[in-house]
C-alpha cells in the first residue's frame, strides 16, 4: 500500500480507502487460511512437510501492518466526524 498521509485525503478518499483495505484483509485472511489446511492436510496425507504450512506466518507481518492502517484510517474518518459535529453545534 502507499505511503499516503491520510490527513490530505478527502472524507470521500478515506472511505474508499477502507473499503479496499478491508476487502484487502479479508482476501488476505481467506488465502492464509486456506493455504494453512491445504498445508495441515497434505502433511497429514503425504506424511511429509509442507511448505504451505509456513507461508501464513511469514505472511503475518502483511496482515499485521494493514490491520494498523485500518485502525489509523477508522481514526482520522472519526476526528474528521468529530470536528464535523462541533461545527454544526
Known sequence: MKNKNLSELSLELLLKEKKQTLFLIGVLVGVLSASLVLGIV????EKKFSILIILPFAF??????????????????????????????
Do not use: G
Request: no cysteine.
Open 60 to 89: 503475518l507481518p502483511i496482515l499485521v501492518a494493514h490491520f494498523k492502517t485500518l485502525q489509523k484510517i477508522k481514526a482520522e474518518i472519526s476526528s474528521r466526524n468529530d470536528q464535523q459535529q462541533n461545527k454544526i453545534q
Open 42 to 45: 497434505q502433511m497429514f496425507y
